[in-house]
């Protein structure tokens, strides 16, 4: 089903001790108010579980920000899946622009992560986008297409129908360079179209496509009224509940 959804990626920040009050003041701010989306928190591994705890009945929910793409084994460091799942995290971001470009995350090393992430009932929020040189050069919606292609459309209409999808052009990504509202929502609508072609209409039309970028408090309320554009991925302002629970807010 195809839902309004804000979600917090706070990337390499906060200490466990930070994490737990940020996510405790949101909770506070949120109580009472009338939210029209879902608010995801994607902490890193290691806040998972205090934050699920301190979330738990409440509206709010919790993501990893990445995931193994095995099971188990003589994999140093790495955290899987089912590990995720375990700290009762129901979310997690894969195929995000910085796990691409500064680990190496390759559209078959993703789509492997997708499905350990489904089988282990979390819902991945699959992130995909161009960088500036093929946004100038007209490649994005190939690019897209492309990551999309190759890392998700082998899945069954079924399991496709459980992911969200975040479109985060990397030039607009921490740079306070916001995709226009328009571009935004042509891209949005170009991706809902192939995910149409390949699983059909109900699919598409229930596929939750957020968009990410430096969107914040000024620019959400424009993102979020197009008619593709169902939330957004939000990195620099989800780490202060000021500049959250506006975008939040902005539903
Ligand atoms: P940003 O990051 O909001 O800081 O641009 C978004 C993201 O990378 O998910």
Not at 154 to 171: C, N, T
Not at 189 to 195: N, S
Request: net charge negative; charged share 20%.
């Amino acid at each position: 089903m195809r839902k309004n959804i804000v979600a917090g990626n706070w990337k390499l920040n906060k200490t466990l001790q930070e994490g737990v009050a940020l996510a405790k003041e949101l909770k506070t701010a949120l109580t009472g108010k009338n939210v029209n989306c879902d608010v995801i928190i994607c902490s890193p591994f290691i806040h998972l579980t205090a934050i699920h705890e301190i979330v738990e009945g409440s509206e709010m929910k919790v993501g990893a920000q990445n995931c193994a793409d095995k099971d188990s084994g003589a994999y140093t460091g790495e955290v899987s899946a089912a590990m995720v799942a375990s700290t009762g995290a129901q979310y997690v971001i894969l195929g995000h622009s910085e796990r691409r470009a500064y680990y190496g995350e390759t559209n078959a090393i993703l789509k492997e992560k997708v499905k350990r992430a489904l089988e282990n009932h979390l819902i991945p929020i699959f992130c995909i986008g161009e960088v500036l040189e093929e946004r100038e050069t007209g490649k994005q919606n190939k690019v897209v297409k492309t990551q999309i292609n190759e890392s998700l459309f082998d899945l069954s209409a079924e399991d496709f129908g459980k992911i969200v999808l975040a479109y985060e052009p990397v030039w607009a990504i921490g740079t306070g360079k916001t995709a226009t509202s328009a571009q935004a929502q042509e891209m949005h609508a170009f991706i809902r179209q192939i995910v149409a072609d390949k699983y059909g209409t109900k699919t598409a039309n229930d596929t939750s496509i957020l968009y990410g970028g430096s969107a914040n408090a000024g620019n959400a309320k424009e993102l979020f009224s197009n008619p593709d554009v169902d939330g957004g991925l939000i990195g620099g302002a989800s780490l202060k509940v000021d500049t959250f629970l506006p975008i939040i807010e902005a539903f």
